[in-house]
């Protein structure tokens, strides 16, 4: 029998489950975003994104969102930092990937439900979600910017239900954080709360857009 292609050159057809799920997703987030993403040793895209809804079933970002997006993932880097002491910044392709995706299902696509999921991506579903609540995973290595993904994600959350109350997306102004210990919850909180007045996460890197700094009003309680 002739062996398998290496999964870099293998297509959809030849990926099932779950593998399919991801291989199919990925690409509906490359057509909406208008270029795929390469390694972090590639040269940044030169097209800028579109982020357009362009199939059916997709809906429109809202202003705030697309906002966020053109702000963070933008080609020139950030400025981190307090002269002169400033340094370059932008966020990594698979940072980039797993914000995205995560926009793209929740508010592009509005998936709520596992079956909905595997519906997209044109799998079937091994049965109907039992839990009532959406669920949306994410799977990075140590080390490789977790904290950073959720601060945009829950500035996303955030500054759209502040900004966009209306725009049916469904999401509150509130986030829990659940760490798996007593550890990790302590590093945690040295980014989402840091003593001794340093700033956040949210401040210390490019999350909040200074347009949006005068709305920003989230607390940060600890256990």
Aim: glycine share 8%; proline share 9%.
């Amino acid at each position: 029998m002739p062996s398998k292609p290496p999964p870099s050159r293998r297509t959809g057809s030849d990926l099932r489950g779950q593998a399919r799920v991801i291989y199919e997703v990925r690409h509906l987030v490359d057509e909406w975003r208008g270029f795929e993403l390469g390694r972090a040793a590639d040269s940044y895209p030169k097209d800028p994104p579109r982020y357009e809804a362009s199939k059916d079933g997709e809906r429109a970002l809202t202003e705030t969102t697309l906002l966020l997006l053109n702000h963070w993932f933008r080609r020139e880097p950030h400025e981190i930092g307090t002269a002169p002491e400033t340094v370059a910044f932008k966020y990594w392709p698979h940072q980039r990937r797993l914000v995205e995706t995560f926009i793209y299902l929740y508010e592009v696509r509005s998936i709520r439900r596992t079956e909905q999921l595997y519906e997209l991506a044109g799998v079937d579903s091994l049965g109907p979600q039992r839990d009532p609540w959406t669920k949306l995973g994410g799977q990075l290595a140590t080390g490789s910017g977790k904290t950073k993904m959720m601060s945009l994600l829950i500035a996303w959350a955030y500054l759209n239900a502040v900004r966009e109350p209306t725009s049916g997306i469904g999401i509150g102004r509130h986030s829990i954080v659940i760490a798996p210990g007593l550890f990790v919850r302590d590093r945690l909180l040295q980014d989402f709360a840091p003593p001794n007045k340093k700033p956040s996460v949210f401040f210390a890197d490019p999350v909040v857009p200074s347009e949006f700094e005068s709305i920003w009003n989230l607390k940060v309680y600890t256990p």
